[in-house]
């Protein structure tokens, strides 16, 4: 788990050691334990060295930060150069099959140097070339320089767990893991991109597809490479090499499914505990943590296990009960964490910088506090759930999408079954179901009267659209066309989709700490497994979620556990902490920020009615504030 970033002049000029440095310096929490740095003058060998003033005519500079996991020793540090000189790697990640892969290779001849994943994967690369990509279990987001081929190939991993941003500048070309390092470009314009702007403010959507909110500033995706000639770094287009398979389906019992299940959840959640260092977990007392930590004791009897769990301080959504439950049967040592509404305030500027965009509610801060508390008592690598609703139907909104499948398939007396007995869940009525599933089925001419009616309209009265539509933006949303299977058409959207921000949040959150962050549902045979199931498999007739997953983690999980209908996460009180907030929420609205996007004085008459019970709370407000302060914090260009 490494911070990485890559610079190429195109004019031959020598790269800024200054510049290397501060991008270097941007990313020290996410090395913090050594740092390295490689110039390539196009002809001469690589010059390797930890001070980039040393580095002579470079028309390539490769910067690494490290934080030491697997092999602590010096034969692990990066910038790593191939024996024959020909290929160089920065590489951000974790390959935790890398074993059997180092196996694999040796048998073809090969030798190795070291206990580390990078020089794995750098053989990897030099044996198979991209196809290595589908061979590799893990985390990465990686740049490989061929001083033969005079290319660089860089790769994201399947689901984006480890980012990747890039930018032209200045006749070349520049990578890194995060957008606050490539800000450290001078000349780099910081101005806005409609669209995605439009997106966050209204839709709520980050992350998406290759584009970011600034908009010279881009995204690799997930399960995406590139490849580009030294000589021609504007000459390129992503390629994907890997996506979800729809078209498979599985002839099996639920109990046979349960069963192959529960195999490789556990030996994904075996292969993610190797480390050269201490393992903990992020724990919040719902299925998908919980699992992860009693499969952490029952894989390793003896394992010292730390768990961490944010507490809320609303009885509403706390789940402190059901962590202590889990505590206990795993025997682990637990840790909390209950941050205030003053906290929040004091944090918000850091956290802001740490996550380089806006995002979307006040959790995020929750997330940050528990990985600050796994820093604090020495953790360095944890386990979290994070993807687990998106491929087992966590979420309220996949009732509906179940309910929509039935109905496209014509199975009206099942649909009918299902919305009867799934309306007796938590939190969920008969026309609350309906609507959502009727959403899924709704044309696409019809969606936006549909989101006035709910009060979720296109252009709400605090969006200044005229500036918006004067940026050629389409305000409305890209609505999918679903067919026959709606709910495993949606588990896909939001696993492509949806799910990058969680892991955006996760990623910047962890690495603020220093922390490597590992995410044991998000391998692609785990993934497949599950697509490959029937619906009900998944939610069950009675509107159970997660349902196969439940039954294949019987005598590892406590019952009552995974007897749980309710789904709370890490969910924060946030229309509270703002009302306690009020005062600062007023300042920040007050200060009459140069943002011609929102009306501010709707917006602060729209923050009254909300404070004095006349409108709904919801996570627009959160929204508005987090674009003040993050369009102040990197002085953002609206013009």
Known sequence: MCGIAGILKLDRSKIDSQLLKSVSSSLYTRGPDDFGFLGWSGESPVQLSRNPDELQNCLVGLVHRRLSIL?????????????????????NGEIYNYLELQAELKALGHTFHSHSDTEVLLTAYAHWGNQALNRLVGMFAFAILDTQKRSI??????????????????????FASEIKALLEFPGLNHRINPQRLYDYLCLGLTDQGGE??????????????????????????????????????LEISFEEAAEQL??????????????????????????????????????????????????????????????KIVSKAANSIMHTTQPTPTQLVEDLNHLIQVQDEPFGSTSIYAQNRVFRLAQEAGIKVMLDGQGADEMLGGYSGYLGARLASLIRQGQLGKATQFLQKASSLPNISSLKLLLIGGGF??????????????????????????????????????TQNYKREVFWER??????????????????????????????FLTPTLVNFMFSLPEEYIIAPDGTSKAVFRRAMRGIVPDTILNRRDKIGFATPEFSWLTALSPWVEEVLHSKPSIPVLKIDVVEREWRAVIEGRKPFNFRIWRWLNLIRWAEKYAVNFG
């Open 71 to 91: 092999d602590l020793s010096e034969a692990g540090w990066q910038p790593m150069v191939t024996p024959d000189g020909r290929y160089a790697i920065v590489f």
């Open 153 to 174: 190939f860089i790769a994201r991993d399947f689901f984006g767990i480890k980012p990747l941003y890039y930018t032209h500048w200045h006749n070349g070309f520049a």
């Open 212 to 249: 970011t909110l600034l908009a010279d500033i881009r995204q690799l995706p997930a399960a995406h490479y590139l490849e580009f000639s030294l000589d021609a770094p504007y000459k390129f287009d992503p390629v994907r090499y890997w996506q979800v398979n729809l078209n498979q389906r």
């Open 262 to 323: 529960r195999e490789l959840f556990l030996n994904s959640v075996k292969l993610h505990l190797r480390s050269d260092v201490a393992v903990g977990a992020a724990l919040s007392g719902g299925i998908d943590s919980s699992s992860i930590v009693m499969a952490m004791r029952y894989l390793e009897p003896d394992l010292e296990i730390h768990t961490f769990s944010y507490l809320a301080d609303d009885p509403k959504v706390s789940e402190e009960q059901w962590m």
């Open 441 to 478: 089925l709704l044309p696409e001419n019809l969606q936006g009267a549909a989101r006035d009616l709910v009060g979720k309209s296109f252009t709400p009265s605090w969006l200044n659209s005229t500036w918006f539509t004067e940026q050629g933006v389409m305000l409305a949303s890209t």
């Open 491 to 520: 588990l896909k959207h939001d696993l492509e989709n949806s799910l990058i921000s969680l892991l955006r949040y996760e990623d910047r959150n962890s690495m603020a700490f220093s922390i490597e962050s590992r995410v044991p």
